[in-house]
């Protein structure tokens, strides 16, 4: 069971514990297009119809470098949070590694995140010409300004531009690689000259998915999708693209990007004026090896006859702080939730930024800071769970009446709700009082979930015995604290409670699944969880005094039966 079903079926089960008992107690009751996707079939239909259109690529079928004898080195450019390395035979970034991101996965531990495949490139550059030839820079070598062994961008220094330039049979093309020092973004610009005068389009390949950085590398690989944004982003996961199939995602595009669970690599076309991407195709790769998915992916953008193209691209962690300031849809480039994303999304993205500055400004470790995060909500919603647990009461104190009310017209329904709706009005009852403090906490719940399956600020994050907020508790001590501290909530909850088997099986089942369910969470998750409930015992043994003085009150209600 996945995560995110682990997610459903608590959540589910929560409701259940939640509003049963008011019930009960009271008164005893194939791939195919999808979202500007298509098959292979849709993919070739498109091609013939329309062999000369930029975003339909019908030369865009991702194909590996032939292999040459031409030699090869690699140019550095190292700033203050990235080292990319670039290949002088076609000008592809064949290295680029976060020095400020330490990897997890067993054979890279404790060295800098590398976001490029073993053996893999990114920004691989092919034009499709309109005689319907595919011509590949990747055996074209180019030659570096300045000259190897590289250039160094330092904070405060501004700009600077890697320059290559190839000449071949009168045809020559030039790259500039412009870098910004603190950012993980940088500018392409190319022109391709003695080609074609009618223009051609502009085929660049991104890599098939990321490396992974994680200690649980098939985790990170369930993450690894295709992500475009025309109106709105849209991601389409790898493993929904199978084997030797072209997905086709039509067009005009800002930006296509590949995404892994906690980093980003993404083309963009954010510049006013410019060609946006006319379309994107990835192909289905190779299952069998130790990847649970791959796609290659590629995108186009039409070049004018004048041979100039133009583009930025981002390599750097799927981090909304960094990704939120360059606009255009960026911070959204991990879209999630499924059906509640209109909601799930934005309360996650106001979580996470409460957290993260709770973290800065009190300057406290982020353990501490869900603990506080947790005792907060709870003081927000004291009033309202005050005026839930008193509705609760009252319902109790009208119960008796309610169930002889039920006998006396059982068989006169009109009648029966006619009478219960004069008891609730009389005694200032809402059967359904209790219900918006339970529920309220539920989107902060749900966006908990996702901050923690998707935020890199809490990745590899350490608190007490933790080793990672991010990840479950290795001793499962976390959970089993939260699956307590639901016990006792619980059992504090049903003090002079009349007895109900239904809440007697609920007390002792709903916190041992709970616990089981919620092994394998993110502990960050699992402490938040445990803080609310400790803290709101307090509040729970004060109601159910109440509940037990009042309780010849409520008798006293009892009809008696003559």
């Not at 990007?257 to 060609?275: C, D, H, I, N, R």
């Not at 990847?291 to 909304?320: H, I, N, W």
Request: proline letters at 9%.
């Amino acid at each position: 069971m996945s995560d995110r079903q682990r997610l459903i079926v608590a959540v589910l089960l929560i409701l259940v514990v939640w509003f049963v008992p008011m019930l009960i107690w009271p008164a005893k009751r194939p791939v195919g297009r999808v979202g500007g996707r298509a098959d292979s079939t849709a993919v070739r239909d498109t091609a013939q119809r329309a062999p000369a259109r930029p975003s339909a690529p019908t030369a865009a079928t991702p194909s590996r470098p032939a292999a040459t004898a031409a030699p090869e080195d690699t140019v550095w450019v190292t700033g203050p949070r990235q080292r990319l390395g670039f290949s002088t035979r076609g000008g592809r970034l064949v290295s680029a590694e976060l020095t400020q991101y330490q990897s997890f996965a067993p054979g890279d531990s404790a060295q800098s995140v590398q976001l490029v495949p073993p053996g893999g490139s990114f920004l691989r550059h092919r034009l499709a010409l309109p005689r319907g030839d595919t011509l590949s820079l990747d055996d074209w070598v180019f030659t570096p300004t300045p000259a190897a062994p590289g250039l160094v961008v330092y904070a405060g220094q501004g700009p600077k531009t890697l320059h290559l330039e190839a000449d071949r049979g009168g045809s020559r093309v030039t790259l500039d690689y412009r870098f910004f020092p603190d950012e993980y973004r940088f500018e392409v610009g190319g022109t391709v000259t003695g080609l074609s005068s009618t223009g051609a389009v502009l085929l660049l390949d991104l890599s098939d998915g990321l490396r992974s950085a994680e200690k649980d590398s098939l985790d990170d690989y369930r993450h690894y999708a295709v992500v475009t944004k025309a109106s709105k982003a849209e991601r389409t996961d790898f493993s929904k693209i199978k084997p030797g199939v072209r997905a086709l995602f039509d067009g005009p595009f800002e930006w296509v990007g590949v995404k892994s669970k906690y980093f980003f690599t993404a083309v963009l076309a954010l510049q006013e004026g410019q060609p946006a991407f006319g379309g994107a195709i990835a192909v289905g790769g190779d299952r069998t090896g130790k990847m649970a998915s791959r796609a290659a992916v590629t995108v186009t953008m039409p070049v004018p006859p004048a041979g100039g193209f133009r583009y930025q691209v981002y390599a750097g962690p799927l981090d909304y702080r960094q990704l939120s300031p360059m606009g255009h849809g960026l911070d959204d480039a991990n879209p999630y939730g499924g059906i509640f994303r209109p909601i799930i999304q934005p309360v996650s993205v106001f979580v996470t930024n409460i957290l993260l500055w709770m973290h800065e400004r009190l300057h406290l470790a982020y353990g501490w800071v869900l603990i506080l995060f947790g005792v907060i909500i709870r003081l927000l919603l004291w009033p309202l769970n005050q005026r839930a647990m008193e509705s609760g009461i009252r319902m109790q104190a009208v119960a008796p009446l309610l169930k002889e009310t039920q006998d006396r017209y059982k068989n006169d329904p009109e009648r029966l709700q006619r009478e219960m709706l004069r008891i609730y009005k009389e005694h200032k009852v809402n059967p359904f009082g209790g219900c918006l403090p339970m529920v309220l906490p539920m989107p902060v719940l749900f966006a908990l979930f996702f901050v923690f399956a998707n935020t890199i600020a809490f990745r590899g994050v350490p608190f007490l015995w933790l080793p990672d907020l991010s990840r479950p508790d290795p001793y499962y001590i976390i959970p089993i604290l939260m699956g307590l501290s639901m016990f006792g909530l619980s059992k504090v909850g049903q003090m002079g409670v009349p007895p109900n088997p239904q809440a007697k099986m609920m007390l002792y089942f709903m916190p041992v699944f709970m616990t089981m369910l919620f092994l394998k969470f993110a502990s960050g998750l699992n402490l938040y969880y445990a803080a609310q409930n400790l803290f709101s015992i307090p509040q729970q043994y004060m109601i159910a005094k109440r509940r037990m003085r009042e309780a010849p009150a409520r008798t006293a209600m009892t009809p008696t039966k003559t």
